[in-house]
C-alpha cells in the first residue's frame, strides 16, 4: 500500500486561492481608500467653501461689539479699527486680530439691556 500525501500535491492550488484571495483583498482596499479620498476632499471642499460663503465683519459690524471670536477662541475688544480689531490679552499688553479673521461677535451689553427695556415698556 503506497502512502499518498494530498498535502504535497494540493500546496500550489492552495497558494493559486490564496494569491487570488490577497489580490482580491488588495483590490477592495484601494477601493476604500479611493472612495475615503473622495469623501475626503469632498469635506475639505465643502469646509472652504463654507469659509468663502461665511459673512465678513466690516469694523461698522464690530462697532458695539465687546467680545469677538477667532480660530483660537473669544478675546475681549479694547478698539475696532478700519482693518483690525485690538483684543485684551491676560498680560500687559494687546493683540490685534485681522476683521477677514473674526468669526463671530457679541454685542455690547449696554445696547442688549436698552434694547430689553424698550421692547418691555411697549
Known amino acids: 500500500m503506497s502512502t499518498f500525501d494530498h498535502g504535497e500535491l494540493n500546496i500550489p492550488g ?4 490564496l494569491d487570488r484571495e490577497i489580490d482580491r483583498h488588495l483590490r477592495e482596499q484601494r477601493k476604500v481608500n479611493r472612495q475615503r479620498a473622495k469623501e475626503h476632499t469632498a469635506a475639505v471642499r465643502a469646509a472652504r467653501q463654507a469659509e468663502r460663503d461665511r459673512p465678513k465683519f466690516t469694523a461698522a459690524d464690530l462697532a458695539g461689539a465687546t467680545h469677538v471670536r ?53
Open 14 to 17: 492552495r497558494l493559486k486561492n
Open 70 to 122: 477667532d480660530q483660537f477662541g473669544w478675546h475681549r475688544v479694547v478698539r475696532v479699527n478700519a482693518k483690525s480689531v485690538t483684543v485684551a490679552t491676560p498680560y500687559s499688553w494687546t493683540d490685534r486680530i485681522d476683521l477677514a479673521r473674526v468669526l463671530d461677535a457679541y454685542p455690547r451689553a449696554e445696547t442688549t439691556r436698552t434694547e430689553e427695556k424698550e421692547s418691555s415698556d411697549e
